[in-house]
Nanobody, 125 residues
Framework: QVQLVESGGGLVQPGGSLRLSCATSGSIFSIYRMGWYRQAPGEQRELVGEITNGGTTTYADSVTGRFTVSGIISRDNAKNLVYLQMNSLKPEDTAVYYC???????????????WGQGTQVTVSS
């Protein structure tokens, strides 16, 4: 059974930095991309940034230049990893951050999105 396990997050002052990590566990037949979404209270979940198995990255306009997604994504890896380095944090970055992966667990199972449990990031003085 595939799981996404997140770590990092917490409380940080405006202008500070945090790093989130996410690792897959379980058998994976194919993996296409991994990334991060966030959801603030009363808001919809939104894409923060993602990286494909070819190394292409995509970011939300609100975080471009401040956040960086990196990782190692390959079906040959026993564990796939994705990181979110967050710099120059602002109070409006406060949200629950979710790790996401589009993958196919086995040749007989269709690909779909998988989600981590979420980790709270709070930016406040």
């Amino acid at each position: 059974q595939v799981q996404l396990v997140e770590s990092g997050g917490g409380l940080v002052q405006p202008g500070g930095s945090l790093r989130l990590s996410c690792a897959t566990s379980g058998s994976i037949f194919s993996i296409y991309r991994m990334g991060w979404y966030r959801q603030a209270p009363g808001e919809q979940r939104e894409l923060v940034g993602e990286i494909t198995n070819g190394g292409t990255t995509t970011y939300a306009d609100s975080v471009t230049g401040r956040f960086t997604v990196s990782g190692i994504i390959s079906r040959d890896n026993a564990k796939n990893l994705v990181y979110l380095q967050m710099n120059s944090l602002k109070p409006e970055d406060t949200a629950v951050y979710y790790c996401n992966a589009l993958l196919r667990p086995s040749i007989t199972t269709p690909s779909r999105d998988y989600w981590g449990q979420g980790t709270q990031v709070t930016v406040s003085s």
